[in-house]
């Protein structure tokens, strides 16, 4: 299957999964995850109607993207990977939306970065919920006190949009869903805490948990291999 068919069947899985569970399609965003793949996918994918892209590795991200923009200025970037101080400056230069913060230090070289080329940039709190994956904050009272950094305007060019997680690498399904059930009530309970910020955005689902993550509820979903196909890590 090409890009444009494999994107096609995916957004009618979007669709599916979003009916069954009694939800509006269109407020599910499908990132399509593009990391080891080239420019050309990129751009093959842009023009069957993919506009938003995910990458996690900013150098990477940075050189393909410039790259895809000669050719598609509205391709639009999200940072999903975690990312490390000294990649922030080039983060926020080619993404509308970092994924991935899991330490006040990180959202203070954000604004700090942002405020040099006067961008404001979306950013979602990444919440550690399987026992895998070491990245993100460790638990809700950490997200509460970085949002409450947010209270007295010292980041004005940073905007609180929602929360990400990755679930556990498991075939186990309760165990895959049971972390997406975290990170929404999670969402609830700190949009309740902190009505002044709009934190709907929950970024869950992958290729092969999409459809969990859509009934758990979550409005963007991260999806690579489902779309450009394996990774090469070989080219790394
Ligand atoms: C690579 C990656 C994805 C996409 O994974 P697939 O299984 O290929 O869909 C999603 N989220 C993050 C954070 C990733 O690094």
Redesign the pocket.
Known sequence: MTITEKLKTVKKQIENAAVKSGRNPEGIKLIA?S?FHPAEAVCEAFESGQVLF?E?RVQEAAGKFDEVRKIHPAAELHI??SLQRNKVKEAVRIASCI??VDRLELIEEIEKQCDKIDKTIDVLFELHTGEESKSGFENENQISEALEAFTDGRFPHVNPAGFMT?APFTDDKARIRESFTILRECRNRLQEKFPAFNLSELSMG???DFEIAIEEGSTMV?????IFGE?DYSKA
């Open positions: 995850v990391k995910g996690n999903i990977g994924h991935s990755m992958m290729s092969g991260r999806i690579g291999t489902a990774r």
